[in-house]
């Protein structure tokens, strides 16, 4: 297998922050996304501007697939029109179990074919909505299945799993500069309602589900640290 990643790539702000730190580490990228029938299917819409806003020599294929039937299978907010709310076990109803087992699977087997070593997703466990797929433990485990059940030595990267919200816009910044933040900020998608009417600072979005309020307070982080001149 070469040293290529293939990058998880939703079309959001973690996705897009992933895709520059791809380009920035490996020699070859491709991105993957999925359409599980998502409400906020209009983040797929995204991934093209960003793409192209990304365009590198190193930058090659994307790839899409089809995984309808993970929508038919779960009955939460993100593939329903249901209002946000938690769950009585404390997760919130956004939570599309297996989802990122899923996502990472069909991403090893496609990675294996297209004889890429490294797999790229932005799941992080500082600054999320409490999914338990999302967890550094979760990814090792997964990694150490995929590769036993594949006889392979694929790597799965998190390069935001330790990273709140502030510091993945940090991070972008460090990779790209205010160019790369400003087409995270204006091109990516991250609301859960799928919301793109109003720009506002921190991009697009309703401003109201947990996603968006994630968005918005590491972005009035990131942004007060630029404006604090003893910000490290």
Known sequence: MSDGALVLFSGGQDSATCLAWALDRFP???TLGFDYRQRHAVELTCREKLRAGMASPRLGPDHTLDLGV???LSETALTREAEIALREDGLPNTFVPGRNLI???FAAALAYRRGLRHIVAGMCET???GYPDCRD???KALQAAINLGMATRLVL???LMWRDKAETWRLAERLGGPALVELIRVQS???YKGERATLHPWG???GECPACDLRAKGWAAYAGAHDDPHAP
């Open 189 to 191: 998608h991250s609301c």
């Open 70 to 72: 993970l929508g038919q």
């Open 137 to 139: 433990d979760t990814i």
């Open 28 to 30: 070859h990228v491709e």
């Open 157 to 159: 990267h998190t390069p």
């Open 127 to 129: 600054d999320y909505s």
């Open 204 to 206: 697009h979005g309703c």
């Open 103 to 105: 996502f990472l699977t």
